[in-house]
């Protein structure tokens, strides 16, 4: 008979097995919110210092999503106790979601209490749910909480600091939390984890992050929409709101018309599916989801302003197509039998590279310079699509 511990731990066989429960789309909803509250943290502080502090943020939202779907690829969403735990994270992530625009001013501590508590909570729990289960995930987790206790006290330091030195205190403490896989959690006496420890469930894993990327993308939509229904619908505000439409496509299409199905396959079959899901899922799935935020923030500048960007203006709406398309192509690289990058995200971030001394020269206006990135967007897409589906030639 299984003890009431192990009885948390999802079953790996059946074909119940790794299946995206309901109770983790509603925890996503969260992150909605969470997404919308950073592309408009970012919009309002268009500067090089707005930019660097609404990354921080950025990264750690993701950091609390990606590791709370590592837990639940271990354990089973459908029992109550831990559905109580995921409630339990909606409503501190709801805390630090709502902090996000005042992160750096007021809300400081807020956010840094709310988001250290998901991180040592959720170990904690896990801790307890696998007390009886397999040694080697419950001493992965023994280290993973004196990484994370270590990180999160650093995070409620930086909250009772002010300026420049939150910002130390909590980039020192994200940086622990982003080097912690790539040391195995490493702690004097456990020792250091192995990839073995880390046997997640591929299918769930993959399908948690396609997920998320749809709530980015939808997030773009909803801003797009938003700031149009604003708007007088005038000849410039209306290719706006179709160039930003159809660069949503376009993304879409790049990272899902292939790339996910042949990743998810990669992880599913892979004989080290933890190693797999650290490089592919857990670091290099930020640039994917980071570049659909900073595209939504271009697409909302667009929109609001077609005649004209500044420099700020022009970095986002370069930016956020650059940073997609590397963050695809590493993802794709890392996920494929391929000697390299797919040649063409490489020539769409050569051609996005050129396109840049001629857009801060403001040789284009806001809205000649978004449908110019998304020209290049689509022209990715179509150049992967006729290369994947295109007949192999004969030997």
Known sequence: MNSPAKSLLRMRSGHESGRVGM???????????????????????????????????????????????WITNWLDPERIPVRLMLFALMLAGLLMSSSIPKAFAAHGLAFAGAYASMHVGRTLFILWAT?????????????????????????IVGGF???????????????????????YFWVPGLGGSTTADWDVDGNHLAERCGLFVIIALGESLLITGATFAGLSWRAETIGAFLIAFLGSIAMWWIYFDTGAERGHQR???????????????????????????V??????????HPG??????????????????????????????????PLSH???LLLLLALAPFAFAHLFSALALGATTTAILILVAAWETIAMHRPARAS
Not at 46 to 63: C, D, I, S, Y
Not at 267 to 293: E, F, K, N, Q
Not at 313 to 321: T, Y
């Open 346 to 348: 490489l020539i769409g």
């Open 131 to 155: 007390r009886n289960g397999p040694i080697g995930l419950h001493r992965n987790f023994q280290r993973v909480i004196v990484w994370l206790s270590i990180s999160g006290a650093l995070w």
């Open 267 to 293: 992880i599913a079959h892979s004989a080290d599916p933890g190693r797999v899901a650290r490089s592919a899922y857990t670091y290099l799935h930020l640039l994917i989801v980071g570049g659909i935020v």
């Open 161 to 183: 600091n002010q300026g420049e030195a939150r910002f130390g205190w909590w980039l020192l403490a994200l940086s622990i939390e982003f080097v912690s896989p790539l040391a």
């Open 308 to 341: 004209h960007a500044e420099d700020s203006g022009i970095a986002v709406i370069l930016g956020g197509p650059a940073l997609y398309l590397l963050g695809n192509a590493l993802f794709k690289w890392v996920t494929n039998d391929r000697h390299g990058p």
């Open 23 to 69: 109770v983790e789309l509603f925890f996503d909803l969260v992150f909605v919110f969470a997404v919308t509250q950073l592309s408009h943290t970012l919009l309002a502080q268009l500067t090089l210092t707005g930019a660097l502090q609404t990354a921080l943020l950025f990264v750690a939202m993701w950091w609390v999503w990606i590791y709370t779907s």
């Open 295 to 304: 595209c939504a923030v271009a697409d909302e500048i667009v929109l609001m």
